[in-house]
Structure formats: C-alpha cells, structure tokens
Nanobody, 126 residues
Framework: VQVVESGGGLVQAGGSLRLSCTVS????????MAWFRQVPGKDLEGVLC????????YDRDPEKGRFSISRDNSRNALYLQMNRLKPEDTATYFC????????????????????WGQGTQVTVSS
C-alpha cells in the first residue's frame, strides 16, 4: 500500500492551500480516510475524517470551519482544502487510510487507521 501526500508549502496567513493524497494497493473506495497533523514536539492531531462514500465528514474542531475534506474515489484521491490559514496551522500533514468504511467515534485518536503517508509540510507565515 502506498499513501502519498502533496500540495504543502509556504503560504501567508489568510491564504489557502489544497492538500492531496493518493492511495494505491488497497480498496480505497471501501475505506474511511482522514487527515492528521503534527507539530514537532507535540502529539499527532486529528484534523478531519471522511467516510468511504464521502457523505459523512467529521471535524475534530467544528468551530474551526476553515478546513474541509473531500474525496474522489474514481481517482483514489483524498483532499484537504484549508482556508484562512493561521500560523498555528503550521505542521506536517498526514493522510491515513481507515480500517473501516466509516469514521469511528475515536477516529481523532488515530484508532482504526492502518496506512500512513510520509506527510507534507505546511508553513504559514505571519
């Protein structure tokens, strides 16, 4: 199984970025998917999770409202649209494949995710 993230980079505060993740080697359209992020020295943090068919999404921080997750099962691709970025969004962002079709109640703890990408760095300057 290969999981590859792309789309990270340097952006000014207030700007937008769209991250992509492509997956090969498993039945992508049968799995929930999620984005996580990590700042050096801190724990991995769940960002958003999406069910196998894209109909259900879960935001770890609903008040955030700046990020959205989507998927294209015909392309085995997952996306993270990030708007109104803040310096505190600076992190390495990871894509992970779920073990199940739906996001579990504890998805943000990384429970139920089997394969991970190498991550893509997002840096937001103030």
């Amino acid at each position: 199984v290969q999981v590859v993230e792309s789309g990270g980079g340097l952006v000014q505060a207030g700007g937008s970025l769209r991250l992509s993740c492509t997956v090969s080697g498993l039945a992508f359209d049968e799995k929930a998917m999620a984005w996580f992020r990590q700042v050096p020295g801190k724990d991995l943090e769940g960002v958003l999770c999406i069910s196998w068919n894209g109909r259900d999404t879960y935001d770890r921080d609903p008040e955030k409202g700046r990020f959205s997750i989507s998927r294209d099962n015909s392309r085995n691709a997952l996306y993270l649209q990030m708007n109104r970025l803040k310096p505190e969004d600076t992190a390495t962002y990871f894509c992970a494949t779920g073990r199940y079709a739906f996001c579990t109640g504890a998805w943000f703890t990384q429970e139920g995710f089997d394969y991970w990408g190498q991550g893509t760095q997002v840096t937001v300057s103030s």
